[in-house]
């Protein structure tokens, strides 16, 4: 495939996203909205989706690319985003259309753009700090700030930033969110990589979601989904049970500010052997095996109300 084309045999640029998310108002006309959910940095927009197949329903968000490495997670997000709107399996089409969808691939603009042009390891925003770059966007939100698995050092991947919302990318998207906060039902975040089905809370301190049992049950449904397809193992758990403690996320600002009453974090393929440059052939399998598993979680929330 030339790499200008739009497909999911490749990792699309940041560009390329941007023009294809923008393609859908006019392919999709009264169903795709698009939206600017916020600003970056380096002055650029944050751009993302609204999917709306009828009037009243409640909403799903999902969100990708918060950090700049973790490639798989653009592409699986466009992929489910695709399947959203063209899929003819009924399950699919029936689960689309029973809800709204905020659907944004990368939340992180200027990291992801970086990673392509400078530093493919790259992980963090690019705001200037002392002698180094970028604050971990996944530790900037105003929900238990720097309680743990954060760093002070601006030279660290996990610089938590000077404050809470500090960075305009954490700032701005907070605000967008707060604004659709009364529409959500459920947030979905994905990075990449080590196969965990994640559950809030990630900072120090044991806190857990009301609903933690049905957020465990559901999730284990959801990796049990996932593993039919091509057999990829997932681990679901709380986030300093399954991977370590980490504050500041965006997940748990949600969860734990707006009390949404579904939110996961996937941390998808693979488990270390190629980690974050997780080879494009694997981009269609991931997309597939992850939209399963968002299907049966999607049908388990619609059967909670
Ligand atoms: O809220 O998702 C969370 C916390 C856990 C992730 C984080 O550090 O933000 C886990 C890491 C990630 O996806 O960024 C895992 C990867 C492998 C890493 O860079 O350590
Ligand atoms: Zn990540």
Sequence with gaps: ??????NWNSYQTLDQINTWLNS????YVGTVTRIIGGQSY???NIYGVRVSFKPG????????????????????????????????NPKIRSVAESRDWYIFPIFNP??????????????????????CFGADLNRNWNYHWMEGGSSYNPCSDTFAGR??????????????ITSISSQLDAYISFHSYSQLLLIPFGHQGLEKPPNNDELHRIGRVAVAKLFERYGTNYTVGNIPDVIYVASGGSMDWVAGLHKVKMAYTFELRDEGRYGFVLPPDQIVPTGQETLDALIVMIEELNALQ
């Design 163 to 176: 404050s809470a919302f500090s960075e305009i990318e954490a700032k701005s998207l907070s605000q967008f």
């Design 57 to 88: 329903n409640r909403a799903v968000f999902l969100e990708g690319g918060i950090h700049a490495r973790e490639w798989i997670s653009p592409a699986t997000v466009t992929y489910i985003l695709n399947e959203l709107l063209t899929s003819t």
């Design 110 to 131: 200027d990291g992801y753009e970086y990673t392509f042009k400078k530093d493919r390891m790259w992980r963090k925003t690019r705001k200037p700090n002392l002698a």
């Design 24 to 27: 859908l108002e006019s392919k």
């Design 42 to 44: 380096e002055k650029r």
């Design 1 to 6: 495939a030339r790499s200008s084309e739009w």
